[in-house]
């Protein structure tokens, strides 16, 4: 223990901890309390005596425990979610809070891996019909994965490890995931396909994904339509990626030969769901991390991180920044927002091809400030899009590292347009590149400016229809009318084109949210090229 520290840092363990992360706080002499059963009262009363606090899911850290708490320097999360902490509460009060990402990843890869092969060889049927005193050979015929096509949908922490080891099954790899890069993908020796190809090639398909709008139906009836008669499903990620109807639809049909599931859109499963009785399908009660060792994993995780924070002072997975002084991010805060809202933009306007690196431009008054800070914000808003771990100032520029994805920094001096301007530009794998550029009105009134080569004034909030179309007369009624006859209220409406140019981009912010079938709509009509949905 370093000169000056007390001799020993008291620990409040208020969830039920793995006895192994205790003994890392033993070892390194603290003195730990474990309290499964403490109340958020007997909290509130005893935490100013501690200097570290570690949680599940449990109890609670709200702001007034925290206004309690005089010593606290660590907040520590044993998991990932930290919706039961209130982070911005412990960063006024410079309390670190950490989380364990990761802890849980191989259990969840082998879950994956456990269902591909319960589907391939009928194990849990098999199981039953022995169970029911029978000795049936002939129902029970499986294939093998040697020599089969996988297609992992999302290349992240999980989809990687499943990757890996099934090379060893002797699989052949295809991989989807429009944020990781040609070096991630050639050194899993997966071959970069796009959902639709998986679809149509694979034998086995397994979903490693957030939850987003973008992933949400991904696997839908039309896809369905397009597998093999032998294609086989998993998905340990998140209910709703796949569309359970569609899925019981197609395994009664025998549109597909299997499917696994741990995670549903609604948990519990109702009891009259129809993926209970659909054929061959297994399914499990979200279980993929539940295994001795994620619980020991996150919990000699967060144990360590702690011990290294307080007596070395070194912060490991951290979800709040270190404090930047209060008076430069006031001056700060409205490029900040504006650079995470144009990251999530670009993020969301991201084509067919895989994403290569990330360069950030800045221009004009900006450069007066440390730049840091707002290309870590183009890469927070970027990759907050791309997954459901908590994303902050302090990992995402990491998490785009961990992807292959490099982010580099630029400054152009001059004249120019606009009196400050920051620039995000996605140069993806095909040799494509998007920009999309940003200004701040005084005093404090952050637009998107420029998308690619046509510049606007656009409100970054909320819901924009984002429309390429011909620059013919009439687009701007046609699409106001047909929006207007979908009951959608236009609160803002801004077009661009380039000089000479007969194409244009209008952006639309809309009140409420748009589904698929009005963008379908607006696509069919008389010059238009293209509408998405980005919301921010
Ligand atoms: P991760 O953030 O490391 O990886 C997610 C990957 O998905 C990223 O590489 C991202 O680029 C990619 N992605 C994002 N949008 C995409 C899109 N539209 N199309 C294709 N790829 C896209 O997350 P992870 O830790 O690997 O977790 C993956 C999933 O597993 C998450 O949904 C997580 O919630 C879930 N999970 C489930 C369990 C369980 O108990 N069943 C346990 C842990 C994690």
Redesign the pocket.
């Known amino acids: 223990m370093r000169a000056g520290f007390p001799m020993t840092y008291k620990v409040l363990v208020s969830d039920k901890l793995s006895e192994d992360g205790l003994e890392v706080f033993r070892k390194a002499g603290f003195q730990t309390d474990h309290l499964p059963e403490i109340t958020q009262e007997e909290i509130l009363a005893t935490i100013g005596e501690y200097d570290a606090w570690v949680v599940r899911s449990r109890s609670r850290a709200t702001a007034d425990i925290l206004a309690n708490a005089t010593k606290l320097r660590v907040i520590g999360r044993a998991g ?1 979610g930290v919706d039961n902490v209130d982070t911005p509460a412990a960063s006024k009060r410079g309390i670190i809070v950490m989380n364990t ?2 802890g ?2 191989i ?2 890869a082998e ?1 994956a891996i456990a269902m591909m092969m319960a589907i391939a060889r009928k194990i849990p049927q098999a199981d039953a019909s022995m169970k029911a005193g029978k000795w049936d050979k002939k129902s029970f015929m499986g294939v093998e994965l040697r020599g089969k096509t996988l297609g992992i ?8 490890e499943v990757a890996r080891r099934m090379r060893g099954f002797g699989m052949h790899l295809l991989g ?5 890069s040609d070096d991630t993908l050639s050194q899993l020796a997966a071959e970069a396909a796009t ?1 639709d190809d998986i679809c149509r090639r694979a034998d086995f398909i397994t ?6 709008p ?2 949400k139906n ?1 696997i839908n009836a039309e896809r369905l339509a397009t597998m093999k008669k032998t294609t086989r499903i998993v998905n ?3 209910g709703g ?1 796949v569309d359970e109807a569609a899925l019981a639809a197609a395994l009664e049909k025998g549109v597909i030969a299997g499917a696994a599931l ?2 549903f859109e609604n948990e519990p499963l109702a009891d009259d769901s129809p993926l209970r009785t659909a054929p061959n399908i297994v399914i499990t009660p ?5 295994t001795v060792e994620a619980q020991e994993n996150v919990a000699i995780q967060v144990a360590e991180q702690i011990v290294e924070y307080l007596k070395d002072n070194n912060i490991v997975n951290a979800l709040n920044a270190p404090s930047i002084d209060p008076k430069v991010l006031e001056t700060l805060k409205p490029y900040l927002t504006l650079c995470e809202k144009l990251g999530s933009f670009a993020a969301q306007y991201a084509g067919k091809s895989r994403v290569k690196s990330i360069t950030t431009r800045f221009s004009g008054s900006v450069l007066e400030y440390e730049l840091s800070p707002l290309t870590t914000a183009f890469a927070k808003g970027f990759v907050e ?5 908590p994303v902050n100032y302090v990992n995402a520029r990491h ?1 785009l590292k ?2 292959g994805i490099e982010v580099l920094e630029t400054k152009r001096s001059g004249q120019f347009r606009f009196s400050n301007l920051m620039t995000i530009a996605v140069a993806c794998e095909d040799g494509s590149e998007n920009t999309f550029s940003g200004t701040v009105f005084e005093p404090d009134h952050g637009r998107i400016v420029i998308v690619n080569d046509k510049t606007f004034v656009a409100l970054p909030e909320g819901n924009l229809v984002v429309i390429e179309n011909n620059d013919v007369p009439g687009i701007i009624g046609r699409v106001g009318t047909y929006l207007g006859d979908k009951k959608m209220n236009i609160a803002e409406m801004t077009w661009g084109r380039r000089d000479a140019d007969s194409h244009a981009m209008t952006i639309i912010n809309v009140d409420g949210d748009v589904d698929e079938a009005t963008l379908e709509g607006l696509r069919t009509l008389p010059d238009i090229l293209g509408a998405r949905l980005i919301r921010l």
Not at 153 to 160: E, F, M, S, T, V
Not at 286 to 290: F, L, R
Not at 385 to 389: A, E, F, I, L, Q
């Open positions: 990932v990402p990761g849980n990843t259990s969840t879950h949908l999302g290349l992240g922490r999980i989809g990687q989807y995931d429009p944020f990781v959902v979903i490693h994904t957030p939850l987003s973008e992933t991904l340990c990620a998140r990626i741990d995670v979200h279980i993929a991390a539940s899009t791309t997954t459901d771990h998490i961990e992807r």
